[in-house]
């Protein structure tokens, strides 16, 4: 373990601000999404730039420290923050830089999708950006990266183009698809562990306009809900996304008052084709079954993206409550609910998945 003659020489060379326990703010600082998370590293290092990150690997390597990485601090396993070790925060990496003839767009570390959202739309384009707003970039592209855009446009990772990276050993290094192509891999799925990445280039999308929002129905009516769903999505045209969802509906604008806090099931659709097609994709979903809530229409792609963020509120302020929403990846280890909802990954186009 340090001591604190190595602690204040490791301070004295940062651009960013070391945060410890004696620090009115560590509290704050240690804070994650997941309210029942409740781990106090040794330090927090609000990474200013890349050498700052380049010195905290170091820092941490040289002393025997455990290092975690905190981006948008999503994690539902609270793995952006750790006990008794180094949490590197890329909160103050924030930036975003948009190409808008090469449709790609480079982001630093610390950005959220609210970041990118903001930045690609007054250019008519997207990129999959997981279903909530407030979710760090690196969190959600370095597992995978399921949103609403997906089986039109893939998985995050499927339209990573590069990415830079600082490796285990304070390298710093760039990563795509003709240097270090093996890191590239790695990235994009081939586990974790592989170091800090500080930016990310994307793949952007002509998605403007979409046509979706939640659809809730009783949670009585969930086995039908579920099968119907099943049914349905395997044929339905890559333009349509659905997420199947339980949730305990938000005390916020734009649900209405008599569903707050009412425990439904539903589906969160997104339909980014032409909006001529939109009414016409929905009607055999609305003769399906009539809906409690039927909040399907034409929206600003990031208007959806920042729907369900006061969920997360919820998350924070009330840990121990049922989760206020439970998508795919927390339902699939439930065998008989996983051959219900499967179906809206495996008929992702090929390539995609």
Known sequence: MPDDNSISDFKANLRGRLIQPSDKDYDEARNVYNGMIHKKPRLIVRCADVADIIRSVNFARENDLLLAI????????????????LVIDLAPIKYTRVDPDARTITVGGGCTWGDVDHATHVFGLATPSGIISTTGVGGLTLGGG???????????????LSADVVLANGTFVKA????NSNLFWALRGGGGNFGVVTSFTFKLHPVDMIYGGPMLYELSETADVMKW????????????????????????PPFPEHLHMKKMCGVVWAHAGPQTKAEETFKPIRAFKKPALDFVGPLPQPALQSM???????????????????????????????????????AMPPGRR
């Open 70 to 85: 905190r981006g948008g601090g999503h994690n539902a396993g609270g793995l952006g923050i750790c006990d008794d070790g």
């Open 146 to 160: 399921i949103g609403h855009l997906t089986r039109k446009c893939g998985l995050t990772i499927d339209n990573l």
């Open 176 to 179: 795509n698809a003709n240097e």
């Open 229 to 252: 769903y099943r049914d349905l999505i395997p044929t339905a045209p890559d333009d349509l996304n659905g997420f199947f969802a339980f949730l305990t509906v938000p005390p916020a």
């Open 308 to 346: 369900l963020r006061n969920t997360l509120v919820l998350v924070r302020r009330f840990p121990r409550c049922i989760p206020p929403c439970i998508s795919i990846l927390s339902t699939v280890r439930h065998h008989a609910l996983a051959e219900m909802i499967l179906p809206g990954i495996i």
